[in-house]
T-cell receptor
Framework: DAKTTQPNSMESNEEEPVHLPCNHS???????IHWYRQLPSQGPEYVIH???SNVNNRMASLAIAEDRKSSTLILHRATLRDAAVYYC??????????FGPGTRLSVLP | DTGVSQDPRHKITKRGQNVTFRCDPI?????LYWYRQTLGQGPEFLTY????????KSRLLSDRFSAERPKGSFSTLEIQRTEQGDSAMYLC?????????FGAGTRLSVL
């Protein structure tokens, strides 16, 4: 069973920021927060991951709540190519990824 | 730059037939994973190799399923006596550390 909760779907306008939330109230101290996305007809693609501190990379930013019970994936300027299913996953060394149904992001032109 | 490749991309078979899928991981990755994904769901873990050793199998992996990774390079997933419920996308991923890189998957349709 997935240990994270995400909204089923979200919409965004092109070139606007998108904030994708994820709740993980049962997170343990050794769990990393990973985000992957899956574009149509493709396998999942790594986006970003973090443990306690906020993280930035060329694709996105990850904001982690101080109590680590929630996190937000931030796409700074959504493009049509960002339309995908976004998965928030808790992972610790020695464990396998458990994917939930994710959030389906639609980007409107 | 070659990522994870899977072959074939699509497979249509009749119920009761055997099918085999191949996965070629990123060359320096020692870990290889198989997942199954049905429509509207996230991928479900099936099995995991570290080099040539199969270290974990999900209870989803019935006796009709077998996976191998000879010499710790490519891997094959075989399904014997396919059933309609086996229709799904089969995904392969590889990793060196804690980031998994996925192939595009093999879509299996069992008629």
């Amino acid at each position: 069973d997935a240990k994270t909760t995400q909204p089923n779907s979200m919409e965004s306008n092109e070139e606007e920021p998108v904030h994708l939330p994820c709740n993980h109230s049962t997170i343990s101290g050794t769990d990393y927060i990973h985000w992957y996305r899956q574009l149509p007809s493709q396998g999942p693609e790594y986006v970003i991951h973090g443990l306690t501190s906020n993280v930035n990379n060329r694709m996105a930013s990850l904001a982690i709540a101080e109590d680590r019970k929630s996190s937000t994936l931030i796409l700074h300027r959504a493009t049509l190519r960002d339309a995908a299913v976004y998965y928030c996953i808790l992972w610790a060394y020695g464990q396998n990824f458990v994917f939930g149904p994710g959030t389906r992001l639609s980007v409107l032109p | 730059d070659t990522g994870v490749s899977q072959d074939p991309r699509h497979k249509i078979t009749k119920r009761g037939q055997n099918v085999t899928f191949r996965c070629d991981p990123i060359s320096e990755h020692n870990r290889l994973y198989w997942y199954r994904q049905t429509l509207g769901q996230g991928p479900e873990f099936l099995t995991y190799f570290q080099n040539e050793a199969q270290l974990e199998k999900s209870r989803l992996l019935s006796d009709r399923f077998s996976a191998e990774r000879p010499k710790g390079s490519f891997s094959t997933l075989e399904i014997q006596r396919t059933e309609q419920g086996d229709s799904a996308m089969y995904l392969c991923a590889s990793s060196a550390l804690n980031i998994q890189y996925f192939g595009a998957g093999t879509r299996l349709s069992v008629l």
